[in-house]
Nanobody
Framework: QVQLVESGGGLVQAGGSLRLSCASS????????MGWFRQAPGKQREWVAS???????LYTNSVKGRFTISGDNTKNLVALQMNNLKPEDTAVYYC????????????WGQGTQVTVSS
């Protein structure tokens, strides 16, 4: 089992920044990749960014140049630095982990709310 806990969400004005953190515990040695997803009201859950244990990083186009994902394997932590936030970034952000290098995710956190005002 792997447990994930997100933190760092909040209310910010457009153009501002937030840093989300994800702490993992349990059988973390089996994790090959971690990612961030978000879900806005009335919308489907959307993949935002991911990072593998080897350091490969990917982003969805809408956040490229604004968001940065980083990880620390020794501390079992993953962060998402969000700069130049836009109202369309408003969503519940979820941390996720998977055992396989690619594919679907196996574990999910409870989520943290990010609200960006105009």
């Amino acid at each position: 089992q792997v447990q994930l806990v997100e933190s760092g969400g909040g209310l910010v004005q457009a153009g501002g920044s937030l840093r989300l953190s994800c702490a993992s515990s349990g059988n973390t040695g089996t994790i090959s990749a971690m990612g961030w997803f978000r879900q806005a009201p009335g919308k489907q859950r959307e993949w935002v960014a991911s990072i593998t244990s080897g350091g490969i990083i990917l982003y969805t186009n809408s956040v490229k140049g604004r968001f940065t994902i980083s990880g620390d394997n020794t501390k079992n932590l993953v962060a998402l630095q969000m700069n130049n936030l836009k109202p369309e970034d408003t969503a519940v952000y979820y941390c996720a982990a998977r055992k396989a290098p690619v594919g679907s995710y196996d574990y999910w956190g409870q989520g943290t709310q990010v609200t960006v005002s105009s």
